[in-house]
C-alpha cells in the first residue's frame, strides 16, 4: 500500500512541477498584462493630448500659412494702390494744380479789397496770371472780374464776369452776393442773391447750397435778406416735405442717423451668449439697436442746444470762410479724379481690406456726389458727422435745421418701435451637449426679470432632469459591470484557469482565462473611479448649464429692461424736447462773440456790377 502511495506520488510529481511552472508562466503573463495594461492606460492618457497638441500645431501652421497669403496679397494690393495713387496725384496736379492759388486767392478777396497797402495793379497782375493758367476755372474769372472792377477797368470787369458766369452761373453769382455784403450794397446784393435763387429747384439742390444755409443762418447776407431766405428756405422745405415720397425717404434717412448715433455709444452691455445664437439674435438685435438709438437720442439733441453755437461779429472772416468753401466744391471732372484718389487712399488706409475700403468709398460718396432735395440737404446739416471721432461743435445751421427736421427726428424714432419684429418665443441653445431651452416672449408680462428667471429655473429643472437621466443610464451600465460584470468575468477565468489543472484538459484554455480575467481585475479596480469622474461630470453639467440659463435671463432681462425704458421713457422725452423746439429755442443757444476787425482801408469803386438779364453763353465742354 506504502509503494503504491510512493509510485502514485513519484508519478505526480513531475505533473506537479508541472502545474507549478505554467503558475509561474501565468503569474509571469499576468504580471506582463498588467504592464501592458497599465502602459495602455498611459498611451490613453497621452495619445489624445498628444493629437490634440498634434491639431493645434497643424491648425496653427495652417493659420500662419493662410496669414501669409493674406499678408502678400494685401501687400500686393496696397503696392498697386499706392501706384495708382501716386498716377492719380500727379493727374490732378497737372490738370487742377493750378486750381489750389485760385481758391486761396478767391479765399482771401474779401481782405485783399480791403487792405489799402496792396496795389491794385499788383492784384490785378497776379489774378490775371491765374484766370491764365486756369482759363476755364469759374473762380479765376469770378476773382479777375474783382480785380478789375477794384481797379476801375468796366470793360474788363464785364468780361471777365461773364465769362466766369458762363463757366459756372450758380456759383458765380452766389460769390458776387457774399462779396457785396462786406461792401454794404445789399440792394445789388439781393439782385445777385435772387439770380442765383432763379436757377435752382428745391428738388434738386447742388451741394454748394449748403453755404447758402450757412450764409444765411449766420447773418452773412445781411439783417433783411436773412429772415427772406430763411422764409424762402422754409416754405421750400414745407412744400417738398409734404409730398410723401420726400417725407418717406428723409425718415428713411433719419432712422439710419438715429441708429448710427445709436452705434457710436461705446459701452454695450453683455448680449455674447444671445448674440451667439443667431435665430434669436436675427430677433432680439433690432429691438436692441432701436431701443439704444431712441435712449441716445433722447439725450443727443437736448446737448446739441444745450451745447449752444457761437456766432462771430467778425463779418468778413465768415464771409472768407464761406467764400473759401464755395470755391472748394470741385468742377465734375476734377471730382471724379479726386475720386480715384479717395479711392485708392481708402485701399491704403484699409491695409489692403478692399471691403473696408469700398464701405469707406461707398459712404464718402454718397455725401459728395448726389443733389439733395432741401428736405434732405435741411437733414444733413441737422446731423453732422464726427471729425476724427468727435463732433465739431454745434452751429446755428445745426440748431436750425434740427427745429425744421424735428417732426421728421420724432416720427423716425416711432417707426424704429413701430417696425420691429415680434419676438415670440426665443429658442436658445446652451451647453457643450446644446441643450435647447426656450423663453416665451410674446407678452410683456413674461418679459420681466422676475418672469424670465423663473422660466429660466423653469428650463433648467427640465434640462438637469434629462441629465440626471442620461447619468442614471450610464451609471446603471457601470454598477453592473462592478456588481456581476466584473466578478462574472473573474469566475470565469480562474474556472477556465483551474480547468489547466486537471489533467487531460488542455492547457490553451489559458489564453481565455487570462483574456476574461485581467479586465475584470482592472475593471473591479477602476470602476469605483469611473462611476466617480461620471458623478462628477453629470454635476458639472448640471451647473454649467443651470449657470448660461440664468445668463440668458439676465441678458433677456437687460435687453427688455432697455426696450421698455426707450418706449415708455425716452421715447415720450424725445417727442417731448423736440416739439417745445422753437426759432425762440435757437435764438437763446446762440452765443455772439467779440472778434477784434481788421482795419479798412479801400473800398470798390462806387459804381457796382448788377447781375445780366440773360446769362452769358459760351463753349465749356473741353476744359
Given at each position: 500500500m506504502t509503494s503504491d502511495s510512493s509510485w502514485e506520488t513519484s508519478g505526480f510529481g513531475p505533473e506537479i512541477r508541472s502545474v507549478r511552472s505554467e503558475i509561474a508562466n501565468l503569474q509571469q503573463q499576468v504580471s506582463s498584462v498588467s504592464r501592458l495594461s497599465d502602459r495602455l492606460r498611459r498611451i490613453e492618457e497621452t495619445v489624445p493630448r498628444a493629437l490634440d497638441d498634434l491639431a493645434r500645431k497643424q491648425q496653427a501652421t495652417q493659420d500662419s500659412l493662410d496669414s501669409l497669403r493674406e499678408m502678400y496679397e494685401r501687400d500686393r494690393i496696397v503696392t498697386a494702390a499706392y501706384h495708382e495713387l501716386a498716377v492719380a496725384e500727379r493727374q490732378w496736379q497737372a490738370k487742377f494744380g493750378r486750381y489750389e492759388e485760385a481758391r486761396n486767392m478767391a479765399a482771401s478777396i474779401i481782405d485783399v479789397v480791403a487792405s489799402g497797402h496792396i496795389n491794385r495793379g499788383v492784384i490785378l497782375d497776379v489774378t490775371?496770371?491765374?484766370?491764365?493758367?486756369?482759363?476755364?476755372?469759374?473762380?479765376?474769372?469770378?476773382?479777375?472780374?474783382?480785380?478789375?472792377?477794384?481797379?476801375?477797368?468796366?470793360?474788363?470787369?464785364?468780361?471777365?464776369?461773364?465769362?466766369?458766369l458762363a463757366l459756372d452761373y450758380e456759383k458765380t453769382s452766389l460769390f458776387m452776393a457774399l462779396l457785396l455784403r462786406d461792401q454794404d450794397r445789399d440792394e445789388v446784393l439781393q439782385e445777385w442773391l435772387a439770380a442765383y435763387l432763379s436757377r435752382l429747384t428745391p428738388v434738386s439742390l447742388p451741394r454748394h447750397f449748403q453755404v447758402v444755409i450757412d450764409a444765411a443762418t449766420g447773418n452773412a447776407f445781411g439783417g433783411g435778406a436773412a429772415p427772406r431766405l430763411v422764409k424762402q428756405m422754409d416754405e421750400w422745405y414745407a412744400e417738398e416735405r409734404a409730398r410723401q415720397d420726400i417725407f418717406d425717404a428723409a425718415v428713411s434717412e433719419w432712422q439710419r442717423r438715429l441708429l448710427s448715433l445709436g452705434a457710436r455709444h461705446r459701452e454695450h452691455p453683455d448680449f455674447s451668449l444671445l448674440a451667439a445664437n443667431e435665430k434669436a439674435w436675427k430677433v432680439l438685435s433690432p429691438r436692441y439697436e432701436a431701443s439704444r438709438a431712441i435712449e441716445r437720442a433722447a439725450r443727443y439733441f437736448r446737448e446739441r442746444f444745450e451745447a449752444g453755437a457761437s456766432v462771430s461779429d467778425d463779418v468778413r472772416g465768415d464771409l472768407a470762410a464761406l467764400l473759401s468753401k464755395l470755391a472748394r466744391t470741385e468742377d465734375p471732372e476734377e471730382e471724379e479724379l479726386l475720386r480715384v484718389t479717395r479711392e485708392q487712399r481708402a485701399i491704403t488706409l484699409t491695409q489692403g481690406d478692399l471691403s473696408a475700403a469700398r464701405a469707406m468709398v461707398v459712404a464718402d460718396e454718397e455725401g459728395r456726389s448726389r443733389t439733395l432735395n432741401i428736405v434732405g440737404m435741411v437733414s444733413q446739416s441737422a446731423f453732422p458727422g464726427p471729425d476724427d471721432g468727435q463732433l465739431p461743435d454745434p452751429t446755428v445751421t445745426e440748431l436750425l435745421a434740427i427745429m425744421l427736421s424735428k417732426q421728421l427726428i420724432v416720427t423716425a424714432a416711432e417707426e424704429l418701435r413701430d417696425g420691429l419684429p415680434e419676438a415670440g418665443t426665443i429658442e436658445i441653445t446652451v451647453g457643450e451637449r446644446q441643450w435647447e431651452c426656450r423663453f416665451a416672449c410674446d407678452d410683456e408680462t413674461r418679459t420681466t426679470r422676475p418672469a424670465l428667471r423663473d422660466q429660466a429655473e423653469e428650463q433648467a429643472a427640465a434640462i438637469r432632469a434629462r441629465i440626471d437621466t442620461d447619468a442614471a443610464r450610464r451609471?446603471?451600465?457601470?454598477?453592473?459591470?462592478?456588481?456581476?460584470?466584473?466578478?462574472?468575468?473573474?469566475?470565469?477565468?480562474?474556472?477556465?484557469?483551474?480547468?489547466?489543472?486537471?489533467?487531460?484538459?488542455?492547457?490553451?484554455?489559458?489564453?481565455?482565462?487570462?483574456?476574461?480575467?485581467?479586465?475584470?481585475?482592472?475593471?473591479?479596480?477602476?470602476?469605483?473611479?469611473?462611476?466617480?469622474?461620471?458623478?462628477?461630470?453629470?454635476?458639472?453639467?448640471?451647473?454649467?448649464?443651470?449657470?448660461?440659463?440664468?445668463?440668458?435671463?439676465?441678458?433677456?432681462?437687460?435687453?427688455?429692461?432697455?426696450?421698455?425704458?426707450?418706449?415708455?421713457?425716452?421715447?415720450?422725452?424725445?417727442?417731448?424736447?423736440?416739439?417745445?423746439?422753437?426759432?425762440?429755442?435757437?435764438?437763446?443757444?446762440?452765443?455772439?462773440?467779440?472778434?477784434?476787425?481788421?482795419?479798412?482801408?479801400?473800398?470798390?469803386?462806387?459804381?457796382?456790377?448788377?447781375?445780366?438779364?440773360?446769362?452769358?453763353?459760351?463753349?465749356?465742354?473741353?476744359?
Amino acid at each position: 500500500m506504502t509503494s503504491d502511495s510512493s509510485w502514485e506520488t513519484s508519478g505526480f510529481g513531475p505533473e506537479i512541477r508541472s502545474v507549478r511552472s505554467e503558475i509561474a508562466n501565468l503569474q509571469q503573463q499576468v504580471s506582463s498584462v498588467s504592464r501592458l495594461s497599465d502602459r495602455l492606460r498611459r498611451i490613453e492618457e497621452t495619445v489624445p493630448r498628444a493629437l490634440d497638441d498634434l491639431a493645434r500645431k497643424q491648425q496653427a501652421t495652417q493659420d500662419s500659412l493662410d496669414s501669409l497669403r493674406e499678408m502678400y496679397e494685401r501687400d500686393r494690393i496696397v503696392t498697386a494702390a499706392y501706384h495708382e495713387l501716386a498716377v492719380a496725384e500727379r493727374q490732378w496736379q497737372a490738370k487742377f494744380g493750378r486750381y489750389e492759388e485760385a481758391r486761396n486767392m478767391a479765399a482771401s478777396i474779401i481782405d485783399v479789397v480791403a487792405s489799402g497797402h496792396i496795389n491794385r495793379g499788383v492784384i490785378l497782375d497776379v489774378t490775371e496770371r491765374l484766370a491764365i493758367q486756369t482759363p476755364r476755372y469759374w473762380v479765376a474769372q469770378a476773382t479777375l472780374a474783382v480785380a478789375a472792377w477794384l481797379n476801375d477797368n468796366p470793360g474788363q470787369h464785364r468780361e471777365a464776369l461773364g465769362y466766369a458766369l458762363a463757366l459756372d452761373y450758380e456759383k458765380t453769382s452766389l460769390f458776387m452776393a457774399l462779396l457785396l455784403r462786406d461792401q454794404d450794397r445789399d440792394e445789388v446784393l439781393q439782385e445777385w442773391l435772387a439770380a442765383y435763387l432763379s436757377r435752382l429747384t428745391p428738388v434738386s439742390l447742388p451741394r454748394h447750397f449748403q453755404v447758402v444755409i450757412d450764409a444765411a443762418t449766420g447773418n452773412a447776407f445781411g439783417g433783411g435778406a436773412a429772415p427772406r431766405l430763411v422764409k424762402q428756405m422754409d416754405e421750400w422745405y414745407a412744400e417738398e416735405r409734404a409730398r410723401q415720397d420726400i417725407f418717406d425717404a428723409a425718415v428713411s434717412e433719419w432712422q439710419r442717423r438715429l441708429l448710427s448715433l445709436g452705434a457710436r455709444h461705446r459701452e454695450h452691455p453683455d448680449f455674447s451668449l444671445l448674440a451667439a445664437n443667431e435665430k434669436a439674435w436675427k430677433v432680439l438685435s433690432p429691438r436692441y439697436e432701436a431701443s439704444r438709438a431712441i435712449e441716445r437720442a433722447a439725450r443727443y439733441f437736448r446737448e446739441r442746444f444745450e451745447a449752444g453755437a457761437s456766432v462771430s461779429d467778425d463779418v468778413r472772416g465768415d464771409l472768407a470762410a464761406l467764400l473759401s468753401k464755395l470755391a472748394r466744391t470741385e468742377d465734375p471732372e476734377e471730382e471724379e479724379l479726386l475720386r480715384v484718389t479717395r479711392e485708392q487712399r481708402a485701399i491704403t488706409l484699409t491695409q489692403g481690406d478692399l471691403s473696408a475700403a469700398r464701405a469707406m468709398v461707398v459712404a464718402d460718396e454718397e455725401g459728395r456726389s448726389r443733389t439733395l432735395n432741401i428736405v434732405g440737404m435741411v437733414s444733413q446739416s441737422a446731423f453732422p458727422g464726427p471729425d476724427d471721432g468727435q463732433l465739431p461743435d454745434p452751429t446755428v445751421t445745426e440748431l436750425l435745421a434740427i427745429m425744421l427736421s424735428k417732426q421728421l427726428i420724432v416720427t423716425a424714432a416711432e417707426e424704429l418701435r413701430d417696425g420691429l419684429p415680434e419676438a415670440g418665443t426665443i429658442e436658445i441653445t446652451v451647453g457643450e451637449r446644446q441643450w435647447e431651452c426656450r423663453f416665451a416672449c410674446d407678452d410683456e408680462t413674461r418679459t420681466t426679470r422676475p418672469a424670465l428667471r423663473d422660466q429660466a429655473e423653469e428650463q433648467a429643472a427640465a434640462i438637469r432632469a434629462r441629465i440626471d437621466t442620461d447619468a442614471a443610464r450610464r451609471q446603471g451600465r457601470l454598477r453592473w459591470l462592478k456588481k456581476w460584470g466584473c466578478p462574472g468575468g473573474l469566475a470565469a477565468a480562474v474556472g477556465l484557469g483551474g480547468a489547466t489543472l486537471i489533467p487531460g484538459v488542455s492547457p490553451e484554455l489559458i489564453i481565455p482565462a487570462i483574456l476574461a480575467g485581467v479586465p475584470s481585475v482592472l475593471g473591479i479596480g477602476r470602476l469605483p473611479r469611473v462611476v466617480k469622474r461620471a458623478t462628477d461630470q453629470a454635476e458639472s453639467e448640471k451647473r454649467d448649464v443651470t449657470a448660461q440659463i440664468s445668463k440668458a435671463a439676465d441678458q433677456l432681462a437687460d435687453l427688455w429692461d432697455a426696450d421698455r425704458l426707450a418706449a415708455q421713457v425716452h421715447l415720450p422725452d424725445l417727442r417731448g424736447y423736440l416739439g417745445g423746439v422753437t426759432p425762440d429755442s435757437v435764438r437763446a443757444a446762440t452765443r455772439a462773440l467779440e472778434a477784434v476787425p481788421l482795419a479798412r482801408t479801400r473800398e470798390f469803386p462806387s459804381w457796382t456790377p448788377r447781375p445780366p438779364r440773360r446769362p452769358p453763353e459760351i463753349d465749356v465742354r473741353s476744359r
